[in-house]
């Protein structure tokens, strides 16, 4: 079986734009992505969204601060388990959990993912916990789900064939890292997560508001 790629969009925030372009004025709404890889030794998802509690009750999921500059456009049938029921894809099927980053928008969907082990660079978790929640992007709620946690450091190969390997992108946070995959019929693909908001920083060189090392 040749290794599939599915995406979904999990919900919609609307965040200022200063955020993703630095200097730029007013709000922008994106798109909260996440993504299926289907390999015959088994199943990774990369990112998972937004937590259920977001679509409820946002404000006591992050507090008056959070919700300043953070506006959920989230409803029910939009988070990841649901999207991956969509498919016919148990959500406790998925054998690991790639986080790009452990931001409440990357990382707030991993506790609909009950049996995945996470990979994640050690230098994201040891960040994220050392600043949850005293820094409205990390919420300990999101990634203190109790999920075995696989950290590594650098490349890594998750299936150990090169279809789908984990590559280091510092600099939106300390240990963001994006995912390359190299489908059969659909060509290679890099998951980059926040390493590039739009297309404009791509081609500009146009860097984020929102960074840890330029």
């Known amino acids: 079986m040749p290794v599939q790629l599915y995406a979904f969009t999990c919900g919609f925030v609307t965040v200022p734009y200063r955020f993703l372009l630095r200097g730029r004025k007013g709000t922008l709404t994106v798109p909260v992505p996440s993504y299926l890889i289907v390999h015959p030794k088994g199943r990774a998802l ?18 008056e601060e959070g919700l300043k500059d ?3 456009h989230f409803h029910p049938g939009e988070e990841i388990a649901a999207r991956l029921a969509g498919i016919g894809v148990a959500p406790d099927s998925i054998d690991m959990l790639v986080n790009s980053h452990l931001h409440y928008d990357h990382a707030g969907g991993n506790a609909q993912i009950p049996n995945a082990n996470v990979v994640v660079q050690a230098r994201e978790l040891a960040h994220a916990k050392a600043v949850a929640d005293t820094n409205m992007g990390y919420l300990a709620k999101d990634f203190d789900t109790g999920h075995a946690m696989r950290e590594i450091e650098g490349e890594h190969d998750l299936f150990g064939d090169g279809s789908a390997v ?16 190299r489908t059969e019929t659909g060509g290679e693909f890099v998951l980059c997560g926040d ?8 081609d500009n060189m146009h860097a984020p508001g929102v960074i840890a090392d330029r």
């Open 46 to 63: 990369f990112d998972s969204g937004l937590n259920l509690q977001s679509q409820t009750d946002p404000l006591a999921y992050m507090g």
């Open 195 to 202: 390493a590039c908001y739009l297309k404009e920083s791509l």
């Open 166 to 181: 984990c590559i280091p992108t510092y600099g939106h946070t300390p240990g963001h890292q994006s995912l390359r995959v």
């Open 70 to 72: 953070n506006q959920f």
